[in-house]
């Protein structure tokens, strides 16, 4: 059977939407049509899907917990709360990630000196084992990409996306949800 091209690893987001759109959506001259933005989105959802079906056929977690054994690994002691906020999910859903790890033992977890309601999480052999293996970066491709627009982009894209989710009427609560659940 053939591979199939992984355009998130060869090529810039850009470039594989100029390879994936017809000629006539490349040039600045037409005006942008809601067709062309749908197949942006597209680009986009396929590159952080692709990404994250690499973490699970490497190592066979998902890309939100390998996240969340990065974020320990780099933090030892780190307690749920701030994993949570760290990864800017929910505490539930940092909770559950959690569970997961401890479960499979690659994190460990004791009760903080100082204060024992809170706990502090420890990554194992075993964890930095996987991390090893793990093609990164660890908190998917999206955050990276955000990362590198200006200020200005930035600014503009949530202002769009802030007007696009009302049009949607959507549940703003998804936005704890980590996108390597979706």
Request: overall charge positive; hydrophobic content about 45%; glycine content about 8%.
């Amino acid at each position: 059977m053939a591979k199939r091209a992984r355009p998130w690893r060869t090529c810039s987001a850009a470039d594989h939407a100029k390879q994936t759109m017809p000629r006539d959506h490349q040039t600045n001259d037409t005006p942008t049509s809601a067709a062309q933005v749908l197949r942006r989105f597209r680009v986009v959802f396929n590159a952080v899907r692709g990404h994250f079906q690499e973490i699970e056929k490497r190592v066979g977690l998902g890309g939100a917990q390998v996240w969340a054994l990065n974020v320990v690994r780099d933090h030892p002691g780190i307690g749920v709360g701030t994993l949570a906020k760290s990864m800017d999910i929910h505490q539930s859903t940092a909770s559950n990630l959690v569970k997961l790890l401890l479960r499979k033992e690659l994190i460990s977890m004791r009760k903080a000196s100082a204060d024992r309601r809170q706990v502090e999480l420890q990554i194992s052999p075993s964890g930095l084992a996987i991390l090893s293996q793990v093609p990164g970066p660890f908190e998917g491709v999206l955050p990276g990409a955000l990362n590198q627009l200006s200020a200005a982009s930035l600014l503009r894209l949530d202002q769009d996306l802030g007007e696009l989710i009302a049009l949607l009427k959507a549940d703003e609560k998804a936005a704890g949800i980590p996108l390597a659940h979706l």
